[in-house]
Each structure stands twice: as structure tokens, then as C-alpha cells.
């Protein structure tokens, strides 16, 4: 997440959501409680006041949720939960973001609406001494110049069939899987929610389009020192609003190998009725053509997204993708992600990187 500073190295977070609790926006919430949640105090959100982040949010297990601020256990920041469409701030939480400047809190914000671009909170906070994080804004102004890439370093990239389907958690959980094995493994985070889990990153999704490749390059430039590196994925190539940022990133990156990320039962777009998903199969052609433009790469397992399935419809969709694609398959959440590891392992040794013990 955002670095404490020196003076305040103990973070004690309220996470924002404000009747936003559904998964798909609410995700910044969620999975910063998820993978942080020992640095929240609680959730501010009036209409689910009373109740716990676990009830309302599925993470997070006894932690509050409060109608205010004021209600709200001893804090140093506010966090703002949600990642809606557009990134805009909705309306009515500008008041909240005031009082939270007014007590005295840092505000983590990844919004595209960015906070400290609004004179009132940026004179408010500089007033009351209290910081303004955009999560989003970046000074990226590089283009790709595909030099000093190591070869060494195993570079592996989440993609998905669609938006929101995973792509985050499983790099954090295949990582997860890989540094219990001992390898040296490091998460690269692409997007606001992952630079706020892992203190680190780029906000792919905000770089001006001409930069994207040369972001993403140096992410991997940045981190290549670890022996495996695992990049988040943004958007899709199917999407038809956010496939520039995921050419872009893929391109940049050059992946030597791909998990491919897919919920089941989705079928549309995510936000665009009627428009139809690929089916997987395509979907591995088209990633792996798009990919070898730039670098040898190929798919070497799926993240399934079982978020809405039963057991038994996760468990068909797993026998699915390995009778048509002949890959593993598993829910990281439901089976764990040591087999997508062990594959991405498998991958590494067949090309001659091979990861040292940590």
C-alpha cells in the first residue's frame, strides 16, 4: 500500500464504500481487506451500519462498519473502496473526504477523479497538515526501448477474457504459491487496488496511451532482479473500451508464459449487454498470437473465476478447460493456486529458466 511515513509508521485504515458493496465495484475494498486487512479499523458505509466488513463484504470477518466517521474506531487514513466505471467520484463523498481531511486523515484515493487536482481538499489538507495519495497519477513520459531486459527473470502475465474477472488475485496467489516453494517471486502490480496491496507499481490504466509499452517495460525492468516476476493484467483484448491498455501492457511486458483468467458463467461483457464473450479456446488463440508478436509466449494454465458458480458448475468448468485446452484449471480462492505455480514452474524450466531456491 501507500508507504507510512516516518512519523506514522502504524497505518490504521477506514475503507470507503458507501452503499458500493457490490463485488465488481467494490473490489478495491474488498481485496484491500483481504490482503491488508490487519491495517483496517473499519468500513464506512451508512446503509450496512451495524453489520460486519465480513457479512457485508465476504472479507474481513469481525470488522465494523460504521455510519460516520466520528463512529468510526481511532484512524490515520480514509481509503477509498470502490473502482466504478469512468473512475468518478460520486458527488455526495466529497463531504465525507472534507471531514476526513478535517480530522486529520490521509486520503488514499484510486479513483480518476483525482483529489488533489480539487483546490478546496488540496488547501483543506495542506492546512491540516494531512496528505492527498492519487493512487492513479503518474509522470510516465518514456516510450519502450526493449533494452537491458533480463533473460533470466521468468516473466509471467495474468490476462482475461474480460474485465474483473480475476487477474489480480490470481498474480498475488500464484506468487503466494511460489515463494511457499521457495522461489524468489515477486507480484507486480498495474493497477490501482495492486499498488495499494503492494506499496508498489504502476497505474497502467492512466498512462498516456504513446507510454504504455514503456511503462510497462520498466515495471519489469524494475523488478527483474527476482527470478520470477508476475505481472497483473487490465482490461481484455475483447473488451471494446479497455483492449488498448491490455495490447499495451502485454506488448511491454513481453511475457514468456500467461495465465488466462475467465469467470465462469459470464458469458457478456462486462457493462455492454450483448455483446458475447470469446469462447476459451479462442480466447488462448488470440492472447497467444497477440503475445509472439513481441515474444515467444504461450498459456500454460486458466484462473477460474467461481465467484457466482456451485462446486459442481466450477468443478465441470475445470474438466471443460482441460478436455478443450488440455491446461490445468483451478479457483485460486476455492483449490488454491499451487497447480497454475507448478505451471508456470514447468513453463520456466522448458525455456531454461529455472528459479533458484529463494
Known amino acids: 500500500m501507500i508507504p507510512a511515513s516516518e512519523n506514522q509508521p502504524t497505518r490504521r485504515i477506514v475503507v470507503l464504500t458507501g ?12 481485496s484491500v481487506i483481504r490482503y491488508r486487512g490487519v491495517d483496517v479499523v473499519a468500513v464506512l458505509d451508512a446503509p450496512h451500519a451495524g453489520r460486519t466488513a ?20 481511532t484512524a490515520t487514513e480514509l481509503l477509498v473502496g470502490i473502482a466504478p466505471p469512468g473512475g468518478a467520484l460520486p458527488g455526495e463523498w466529497r463531504a465525507i473526504i ?12 484510486g479513483l480518476h477523479t483525482f483529489l488533489a487536482d480539487d483546490p478546496e481538499l488540496a488547501a483543506a489538507a495542506a492546512a491540516r497538515g494531512v496528505r492527498l495519495f492519487d ?24 490476462v482475461g477474457t474480460d474485465c474483473a474477472v480475476g ?26 487496488t495492486g499498488i495499494m496491496i503492494e506499496g508498489d507499481g504502476c ?40 483492449s488498448a491498455v491490455t495490447y499495451g501492457l502485454l506488448h511491454g511486458s513481453m511475457p514468456d508464459c500467461l495465465v488466462l483468467c475467465h469467470e465462469v458463467g459470464r458469458n457478456e461483457v462486462w457493462g455492454m449487454e450483448g455483446i458475447r464473450l470469446p469462447s476459451l479456446p479462442r480466447a488462448v488463440e488470440a492472447f497467444e498470437a497477440a503475445a509472439n508478436l ?65
Open 203 to 242: 497505474p497502467i490504466d492512466c498512462v498516456v496511451s504513446d507510454f504504455v509499452n514503456g511503462a510497462a517495460e520498466r515495471l519489469v525492468l524494475a523488478n527483474q532482479q527476482h527470478d520470477v516476476i508476475a505481472i497483473e493484467g487490465q482490461g481484455s483484448i475483447f473488451h471494446p473500451r479497455y
Open 135 to 158: 493512487v492513479r497519477r503518474n509522470l510516465e513520459r518514456e516510450v519502450a526501448h526493449r533494452r537491458g531486459i533480463r533473460a533470466e527473470c521468468l516473466r509471467l502475465h495474468t
Open 294 to 358: 513481441m515474444h515467444p509466449c504461450r498459456v500454460v494454465g486458466v484462473a477460474l473465476n467461481g465467484r457466482t458458480a456451485s462446486d459442481a458448475e466450477l468443478e465441470a468448468a475445470r474438466r471443460r478447460v482441460r478436455d478443450e485446452l488440455g491446461l490445468p484449471a483451478c479457483d485460486v480462492f476455492r483449490h488454491g493456486a499451487d497447480e497454475l505455480a507448478e505451471a508456470v514452474l514447468a513453463h520456466g524450466r522448458t525455456i531454461g529458466k529455472e528459479p533458484r531456491p529463494a
Open 98 to 109: 472534507a471531514e476526513a481531511i478535517a480530522r486529520g486523515l490521509d486520503v488514499v484515493s
Open 19 to 30: 452503499g458500493f458493496t457490490q463485488p465488481n465495484v467494490a473490489k478495491t475494498a474488498i
Open 167 to 192: 487477474k489480480m488475485v490470481a498474480s498475488i496467489e500464484i506468487v503466494r504459491s511460489l515463494v511457499r516453494r521457495g522461489v524468489d517471486a515477486k507480484f507486480v502490480a498495474t493497477g490501482q
Open 54 to 73: 465480513g457479512e457485508v463484504l465476504g472479507v474481513g470477518g469481525d470488522i465494523p462498519v460504521v455510519a460516520s466517521l466520528a463512529e468510526a474506531p
